[in-house]
């Protein structure tokens, strides 16, 4: 096991509402990334951050933020959900940002209806 | 053209068999080459990191070709327990993105007795 944790494992939401989701990174991580992955597609970088500052962002509308606490763990919020955001989401944690390699979380799984 | 393209498979062989996966890449200044193993409805986990002079662990080897910008996977004797989709993943190393990485969509490996 990678020691990312990820919480909830399962959620369903309905369109126009607001999601929080939770990642507990690797010990000595101080690197956390979020992904969104769709069925049958690899996943998708959503942003990252590195001791608690935001550190690169991919193409995802500004209802995607994030956060990163003192511990290193973060929180990935969705507002105005759409159905579109249905997908697995997937925290990695690395030990900093050098291009190191990251180990995932078990992810939650967002249904959207 | 993609940022990172896979064999689109799947790859149907028997136990045994040699399966090779290829995956390329379109930013010439990408630093770092993964490859996951995805099981149905799991987190991607880390199989191997890709090396400039390739690298081995056990049955599988990854290779590296800078000129041509790709990599693969050769995955030798397959195992019915090598079922799974294998995703590549790259490091762009692009300064709005941190250190993200950016996956192709993954191959699918069936090994069958």
Known sequence: ?????????????????????????????????????????????????????????GNFPPRFSGLQFPNYSSELNVNALELDDSALYLCASSPGTLQETQYFGPGTRLLVL | RKEVEQDPGPFNVPEGATVAFNCTYSNSASQSFFWYRQDCRKEPKLLMSVYSSGNEDGRFTAQLNRASQYISLLIRDSKLSDSATYLCAVNPVDGQAGTALIFGKGTTLSVSS
């Open chain 1, 1 to 57: 096991e990678t020691g990312v944790t990820q919480s909830p494992t399962h959620l369903i939401k309905t369109r126009g509402q607001q999601v929080t989701l939770r990642c507990s990174s690797q010990s000595g991580h101080n690197t956390v990334s979020w992904y969104q992955q769709a069925l049958g597609q690899g996943p998708q970088f959503i942003f990252q951050y590195y001791r608690e500052e935001e550190n690169g962002r």
